[in-house]
């Protein structure tokens, strides 16, 4: 299911942007309002599942917290494994670690070491809601391949493109953006 321009439209349409939140200057997409907009998330669901029915994934991992919405949903709709890429400290066994920076300090992200059930060469594709500077997907996609996996494509509803963070990422899976902004 390839989205026409009247779907990209929906999409868009369904999510709200809020002015100076979390900081002045900062245009905040909200996506709640397209997770209480049934046409727009089932569209979006099936248009996610239609792209990666084929790519023979055994599990689809989410960041932290957004991440968690779509990629449960598209485990569940593919018949395979969900696993959550979370912040420090909110997992309660073995993990492995990847700190990024931040333009105020720095901060990290974790996996559980048998996150892939320890199984190697596995299919995972990683999925989040926004790419804006890509330091929390490239963590998040550089701790996956620690695990011997293979991480197919980095998937993100939204690539907004003024800090280049999807071509940064690349250089390290493939990137898919639903809409472009």
Do not use: W
């Not at 084929?54 to 593919?78: E, K």
């Not at 990024?100 to 559980?112: A, N, P, R, S, T």
């Amino acid at each position: 299911m390839v989205l026409n321009d009247n779907d990209k439209k929906i999409l868009v349409d369904s999510i709200r942007s809020v002015n100076d939140f979390p900081k002045h200057g900062i245009v905040f997409k909200d996506i709640t309002t397209l997770l209480n907009n049934k046409v727009a998330f089932k569209l979006l669901m099936n248009h996610l599942e239609d792209r990666y029915k084929s790519y023979n994934l055994d599990y689809v991992a989410g960041i932290d917290s957004r991440g968690f919405i779509f990629g449960a949903a598209l485990a569940d709709r593919l018949g395979v494994g969900f696993v959550p890429v979370r912040k420090k400290g909110k997992l309660p066994t073995t993990t492995v670690c990847e700190k990024y920076e931040l333009e105020y300090g720095f901060d990290e992200v974790e996996i559980h070491l048998d996150a892939f059930n320890n199984e190697k060469n596995v299919n995972v594709l990683l999925i989040d809601d926004i790419i804006v500077s890509g330091g929390t997907a490239n963590a998040a996609a550089t701790l996956i391949k620690k695990l011997d996996v293979n991480l197919v494509e980095v998937c993100f509803l939204m690539n907004i493109q003024i800090l280049d963070g999807a071509k940064k990422l690349r250089e390290i899976a493939p990137v898919y953006s639903v809409l472009e902004i």
